[in-house]
T-cell receptor, first 118, second 111 residues
């Protein structure tokens, strides 16, 4: 598509429920990233996918968080047993260049999924 | 441990004047710096970047300055326009390492 699409744009859930957030990156972009922004915080790295390589999961805050990327395209971020501190805007980004470095750091972000855990 | 700091959460500037957004970092391994701009309900968009081998990079009304000894960079917008009103994020990366973002500065350009 023309840009990075994320759904849902807004999600309100009760504490303890599971949620799934979806990201559809730009067609042909091999690298996909998930970040989140909590209130008053910067963008916090969560996970990174590059092609068929094992994902870099070093930013996932707990084992309640997981993500997959099917067919090198669409990605789903799953949060199990949601907690109130999970409330944040979850941002997906893609890049045509993988890895980390000057060109790869120019990411195209989606509009985000705002998650509110009551 | 906030390695990239934007100490001013907000800034208000009159249209036509210069906007200066500041960013400080602590990791001396950072060698590439970027500014992203974010409008409400949209994702951040890349604005301008600078490599540590330079001390200045200019793109139209936007100039980024890097002071490595002070571990400080700034974004200058001249002249400021109402459409520049947004949240600006500073970001940095070390070689083969992920981007680290600051907390953002909300710029309001007034008429």
């Amino acid at each position: 598509g023309a840009g990075v699409s994320q759904s849902p744009s807004n999600k309100v859930t009760e504490k303890g429920k599971d949620v799934e957030l979806r990201c559809d990156p730009i067609s042909g972009h091999t690298a996909l990233y998930w970040y989140r922004q909590s209130l008053g915080q910067g963008l916090e790295f969560l996970i990174y996918f590059q092609g068929n390589s094992a994902p870099d999961k070093s930013g996932l805050p707990s084992d309640r968080f997981s993500a997959e990327r099917t067919g090198g395209s669409v990605s789903t971020l799953t949060i199990q047993r949601t907690q109130q501190e999970d409330s944040a805007v979850y941002l997906c980004a893609s890049s045509s260049i993988g890895g980390w470095g000057p060109g790869a750091n120019v990411l195209t972000f989606g509009a985000g999924s705002r998650l509110t855990v009551l | 441990d906030q390695q990239v700091k934007q100490n001013s959460p907000s800034l208000s500037v009159q249209e036509g004047r210069i906007s200066i957004l500041n960013c400080d970092y602590t990791n001396s391994m950072f060698d590439y710096f970027l500014w992203y701009k974010k409008y409400p309900a949209e994702g951040p968009t890349f604005l301008i970047s600078i490599s540590s081998i330079k001390d200045k990079n200019e793109d139209g009304r936007f100039t980024v300055f890097l002071n490595k000894s002070a571990k400080h960079l700034s974004l200058h917008i001249v002249p400021s326009q109402p459409g520049d009103s947004a949240v600006y994020f500073c970001a940095a990366s070390a070689p083969a390492s992920k981007l680290t973002f600051g907390t953002g500065t909300r710029l309001q350009v007034t008429l």
